[in-house]
């Protein structure tokens, strides 16, 4: 009968060990304060509650407060022989709490992959060596919980973030019907897409930059976000402003920063975010009702790449004048035939699919992507990066001059290249605007500023620096400069009209 009294103390002296043990831990996450006037750093350590007559702590803890404990605990338990078994089912349970509890805290080790074959094997949750074994993670899973952090800032639910391997089935449904109605031919089809692009950018030329010159990145923003919603959500892009449509564009860039980060006011902004979409006739209050499902991957994978497909296509020095002509026929008559038809006249001669390949190989829209995974064999998870940026530049795939943008490479491009281009992810869960409609897009909205823009009426600098610090400097865009596939917060594109 004592030794059944005696197991059946075993769960409070566990729970006790257990809550002091939790105490313990709190000491690992004291960072140090510095303290204004002295030169040394100091270290608050608090102390427990004076309830539980438990010692001081110190660096040695937890060590120094399990001894105390299993003193405190054990002693009477020693004192009779059956209590051993007792003391050593204690022990066993405490130990296992605490290496349970240390082992699930334990960030997941981080891995960066830059080859094209195994950044292909990682988004296709697969191994990312040759070792045999599974992911014990779901795809979904691997996938959502790096994105977890747009969940927080944007509080969307959709293929990109969900657990549920149902949902993300249908979520990708929802998008792939979305797509095959902004081009059905009921609604003007690719031809009705150009004309709403063009009317888009002509007014804000005609109405925004009166000074003749303007920030470019900004410019591909409005267009870009004021095309989307009018694609996606049928709003009128002539019932509210380009100022309004920045501040939508403004507002998703900054919380898509801030979510990198554990700082920062994202409930604010996200309010403002909301209260924005809502002026434009955009509401809802479910998560998987969120505009933001659509809007967001629409809107993030077209402008970075429009921008710079742009600078390369009208402002680089280097540029052949053929392609404007190309963009020009195109956006005069936007078809699947005339995006992927090669102009005769020998290598230098392209498509317009090649001008839009080429740019999104070298400014992909995701430049990383990320994967949580836990293998079999291996006893923690790891987060796995497929660096997709540098995996589209290796030399051994496009050759020497991979950082450069060469339309003329896709020509005789071979199956290992096109094996390793993934702009828009790979396997299962491909994005589904790569089958056609994204590149298409791209080729639209880039034929658009072409039709406006010619480096023999502007001029592009790059600015970087704020204004007065000693970075400060502007340059011309040359041959030379290599461009980066995402905006830097101190740098500016600005457009300049010649005099």
Request: net charge positive; hydrophobic share 40%.
């Amino acid at each position: 009968m004592h030794c059944v009294l005696l197991l059946l103390q075993l769960p409070l002296a566990s729970i006790f060990v257990w809550n002091g043990l939790k105490r313990a831990s709190s000491y690992d996450r004291i960072k140090p304060h510095s303290h204004q006037g002295n030169s040394h750093r100091s270290i608050t350590v608090p102390t427990l509650d004076h309830r539980h007559s438990l010692p001081m702590l110190t660096p040695t803890m937890p060590f120094s407060l399990l001894k105390h404990c299993f003193a405190k605990l054990l002693t009477p338990l020693l004192d009779n022989r059956s209590g051993f078994l007792a003391a050593f089912v204690l022990i066993c349970v405490s130990a296992w709490l605490f290496q349970r509890r240390t082992t699930r805290q334990k960030k997941p080790t981080p891995h960066r992959f830059s080859n094209s074959a195994t950044c292909l094997k990682i988004l296709q949750n697969l191994p990312y060596d040759d070792r045999p074994g599974t992911n014990k993670l779901s795809h979904e899973v691997s996938r959502a919980i790096p994105n977890q952090r747009l969940v927080r800032a944007f509080q969307i639910d959709n293929g990109f973030t969900t657990r549920d391997a149902a949902y993300g089935r249908q979520f990708r449904r929802q998008a792939v019907q979305a797509i095959r109605q902004v081009t059905s031919t009921n609604r003007g089809g690719w031809n009705q897409i150009a004309t709403v692009a063009r009317e888009i950018a002509a007014t804000y030329f005609r109405e925004s930059t009166s000074d003749d010159r303007g920030d470019l990145d900004l410019i591909v923003q409005v267009v870009t976000m004021k095309a989307v919603l009018s694609m996606f959500f049928e709003v009128d892009a002539t019932t509210y402003t380009d100022a309004a449509a920045f501040e939508i564009a403004r507002r998703i860039n900054l919380l898509s920063m801030q979510s990198k980060s554990t700082t920062g006011h994202q409930s604010a902004d996200f309010s403002s975010l909301k209260s924005l979409l809502q002026r434009v006739g955009l509401d809802w209050t479910d998560s998987k009702d969120n505009p933001l499902n659509i809007l967001l991957p629409a809107y993030e994978t077209l402008w970075r790449v429009v921008a710079r497909c742009l600078i390369e296509v009208v402002f680089r020095p280097s540029a052949n004048t053929q392609w404007r002509s190309l963009l020009q026929t195109f956006i005069a008559n936007p078809t699947p035939g005339t995006f992927s038809q090669i102009a005769p006249g020998g290598d230098t001669n392209v498509s317009v699919e090649f001008l839009v390949h080429e740019a999104l190989r070298l400014y992909p829209p995701t430049r990383r992507i990320y994967r949580h995974v836990h293998f079999q064999d291996k006893q923690m998870p790891e987060l796995l990066t497929a660096d997709i940026e540098a995996a589209h530049r290796q030399l051994h795939v496009w050759g020497v001059d991979s950082h450069r943008y060469r339309p003329a490479r896709w020509i005789v491009a071979d199956q290992k290249m096109r094996d390793a281009f993934m702009p828009f992810g790979g396997g299962e869960w491909i994005c589904p605007a790569s089958s056609g409609f994204g590149p298409m897009m791209i080729g639209v909205l880039v034929a658009t500023f072409a039709e406006i823009l010619s480096a023999e009426d502007w001029e592009l600098r790059l600015l970087r620096g704020e204004e007065g610090s000693e970075d400060e400097g502007s340059w011309i865009l040359d041959d030379e400069m290599v461009l980066e596939s995402d905006r830097r917060e101190d740098t500016a594109w600005d457009l300049v009209r010649r005099s």
